[in-house]
């Protein structure tokens, strides 16, 4: 794949597909503009090549054909023009073409208000092609979809490439799991195995050493052998976790379980936890964390990974009862010397929690896009550019 610097962007117009979908308060308030912050060195690279800008970006769930103001990317333009300190002109009517010298910024109304777009659309995407000369695809979070303005424009494009953040993400995914320091450790937490079975796999092929945490351990302790009381876990997967189990052993690959739980006879804030051995689960528990013992163990193999890769809380972390499991592990792999990539909605959500944000190499904001990543899949819209 190509990227920036392999292309002459001067005169040019560039076309970027960005991830701009910020959250919004009731009001239309941007409550986070840490995307908009993140892309800021993308255009001023480019800007600095001598170029013209053409930003294409979704925002939420609309449907298609339907302008929704709730949706509209306007707010994204007024932010983003505020931290530029350059004008940055909002297009709602684009697709016959919009007007553009070069060192001017134009971002386009939210690409899902489009027909066409969630399908790929052929036409769709010529349209979006003709708008520009050069198409940089830069929003990692989008990449595992095939839409108009992700994949399919690509084909239409003289001059295509990734841009800096697609890198940054690539090259960060790819040093933990393409060429790891060794051992190489995987910790995948969360609610159920069978949303996480791909990840579980393909990692098993990969990792040396594999800490399960949350609902997913639940299953695979039920497939132990051990009682589960009332707690998450997928009697329908409890095969699938034997084999998992049976193929790490016969490979070499370490699979420890938890040998204690914090469990509570309610899911609840408020409930009271008790910590018990696995052994001990009482018909109406729940386990809803990890207990000091294992966090204890398995922040001794934290210690000594050389790579880590972490996905999912170890424990329903959102309860301040449930969440030292969870905590144990953020902090361990904060301290520890190993190159470390976490990503995921709820794992980021932790990492802020218990602000160990800086000690972490790489956190991936892009939940899908990366958890597609670690399935081993490739990304469409990343494939199209090879
Ligand atoms: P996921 O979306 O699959 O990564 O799951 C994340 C969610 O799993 C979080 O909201 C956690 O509260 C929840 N979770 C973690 N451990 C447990 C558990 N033992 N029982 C129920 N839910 C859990």
């Not at 699938?240 to 899911?267: H, I, N, Q, Y």
Request: aromatic share 6%; charged share 25%.
């Amino acid at each position: 794949m190509k990227i920036i610097t392999d292309i002459n962007l001067k005169n040019k117009r560039v076309i970027i597909r960005e991830d701009l979908n910020v959250p919004l308060d009731e009001e239309g308030r941007i409550t986070s503009d840490a995307r908009i912050r993140a892309i800021l060195p993308t255009i001023e690279k480019i800007l600095n090549e001598g170029a013209a800008i053409i930003l294409l970006s979704h925002l939420g769930r609309p449907t298609e054909g339907l302008i929704q103001k709730k949706f509209s990317l306007a707010p994204v333009a007024e932010r983003l023009g505020l931290l530029l300190k350059k004008p940055v002109r909002f297009e709602r009517n684009y697709l016959d073409g919009v007007e553009i010298q070069p060192g001017e910024i134009v971002l386009c109304e939210n690409v899902r208000f489009n027909i066409g777009e969630k399908t790929d659309d052929r036409e769709l995407a010529r349209k979006l092609a003709a708008l520009g000369d050069v198409f940089v695809m830069d929003a990692f979070a989008t990449a595992h979809r095939a839409e108009a303005s992700t994949h399919a424009i690509s084909k239409y494009m003289r001059e295509a490439c990734v841009g800096p953040l697609v890198e940054s993400e690539l090259q960060a995914l790819s040093a933990a799991l393409e060429k790891p320091n060794r051992p190489l450790l995987a910790i995948v937490g969360g609610s159920k195995v069978s949303t996480k079975l791909r990840v579980l796999e393909n990692l098993l092929l990969k990792v040396d050493q594999l800490i399960l945490g949350g609902g997913i351990a639940n299953t695979f302790l039920a497939a132990a052998g051990f009682p589960m009381g009332k707690s998450l876990y997928e009697t329908d997967f409890i095969e699938t976790a034997k084999a998992l189990m049976d193929k790490a052993s016969k490979e070499g690959r370490v699979l420890p379980l938890p040998v204690d739980v914090v469990v509570a006879k309610a899911f609840s804030n408020e409930a009271h936890a008790t910590v018990k051995k696995v052994d001990e689960v009482a018909a109406d528990d729940m386990i809803l964390d990890i207990g000091p013992l294992t966090a204890k163990r398995y922040a001794k193999i934290i210690a000594k990974a050389g790579t880590i890769v972490w996905n999912g809380p170890v424990g329903v972390f959102e309860f301040e009862a449930f969440a030292g499991g969870t905590k144990v592990m953020a902090e361990a792999i904060a301290k520890s010397s190993a190159y470390s990539v976490a990503g995921g909605g709820d794992t980021v959500a932790a990492i802020e929690k218990f602000g160990v944000e800086s000690q972490i190499n790489y956190i991936s904001t892009a939940g899908g896009a990366f958890l597609e990543y670690l399935e081993g899949k490739p990304l469409p819209a990343l494939e199209v550019l090879k």
